[in-house]
């Protein structure tokens, strides 16, 4: 029954079912589906599908902004069920998706699951100046710094947000991660970040590990 609920939440947002889609988010969440799940076999899935069908030249970027406001609509349902836990004990986690790039459907997810597992986030939003990273970074003291692209021609600003990072001397008591559908482990190496996450459980879980080895 739950599957079918999770496949449901896949098949109406791919098939850019406004109603149909939050009706069905609704659903799994009565049935006491966790908002983890529902994004990660709902829908996640379910925009893959959008992605492959604009690679395809079926859908076109209309539809691409349809299906990031379907999925802006579904996150606010189920915002209030990431419980934030712990209130940002385990440390301040700036993040935004680097300058340019516009996507912010991924990186938001990383925030709401961050907030949920007790980092105190800081979500500079999109298309996100180097500069600022660096100026809010020093203001909240923080001590994670997470960057976002989506697309290959903005992957070089988190190389440059580092850089600036590391010029401004407060590199070293950082720990930076990058993720994005663009972003791979060998790029993250290649430009010095701490960790390479390819999803927002995978980020959740290296920041958490991160803090529990410094304790
Ligand atoms: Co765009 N777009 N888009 N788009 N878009 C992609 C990324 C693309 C792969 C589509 C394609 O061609 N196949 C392609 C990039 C190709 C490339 O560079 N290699 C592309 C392009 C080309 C463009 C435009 C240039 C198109 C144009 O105008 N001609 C344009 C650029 C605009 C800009 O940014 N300047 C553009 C615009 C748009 C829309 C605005 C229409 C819309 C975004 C709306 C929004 O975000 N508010 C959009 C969308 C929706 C997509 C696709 C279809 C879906 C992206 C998404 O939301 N995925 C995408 C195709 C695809 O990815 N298959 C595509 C769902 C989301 C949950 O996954 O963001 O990967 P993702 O996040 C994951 C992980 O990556 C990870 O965790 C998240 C959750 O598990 N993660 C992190 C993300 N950030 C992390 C940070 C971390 C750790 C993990 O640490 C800090």
Do not use: W
């Not at 996100?128 to 997470?146: Q, T, Y």
Request: charged content about 30%; proline content about 2%; glycine content about 10%.
């Amino acid at each position: 029954m739950n599957d079918e609920i999770l496949r449901n939440i896949s098949i109406k947002l791919e098939s850019l079912d406004v109603e149909g889609t939050i009706e069905e988010v609704k659903r799994a969440l009565d049935r006491e589906i966790s908002p983890f799940e529902i994004v990660k076999n709902g829908l996640s899935p379910g925009m893959d599908k959008i992605g492959q069908k604009y690679e395809r030249k079926e859908y076109f970027l209309s539809e691409l902004s349809l299906a990031a406001h379907i999925m802006k609509g579904a996150m606010e349902v189920l915002d209030p069920h990431f419980t934030a836990s712990g209130e940002g004990r385990l440390g301040r986690f700036l993040i935004g998706t680097v300058k340019g790039d516009l996507h912010d459907i991924g990186k938001s997810i990383v925030s709401m699951m961050l907030t949920s597992a007790g980092f105190e986030v800081h979500d500079l939003g999109i298309d996100v100046p180097d500069e600022r990273f660096l100026e809010k970074a020093v203001e909240i003291k923080a001590d994670f710094v997470g960057m976002s692209s989506l697309l290959t021609t903005t992957m070089p600003g988190m190389r440059r947000v580092i850089e600036l990072l590391e010029n401004n001397g407060i590199r070293e008591r950082l720990r930076i991660f990058v993720g994005g559908a663009v972003v791979t482990q060998s790029f993250a190496d290649e430009i010095g970040a701490d960790c390479y996450a390819g999803d927002a459980m995978e980020c959740v879980r290296k920041a958490r590990s991160l803090v529990m080895n410094r304790r």
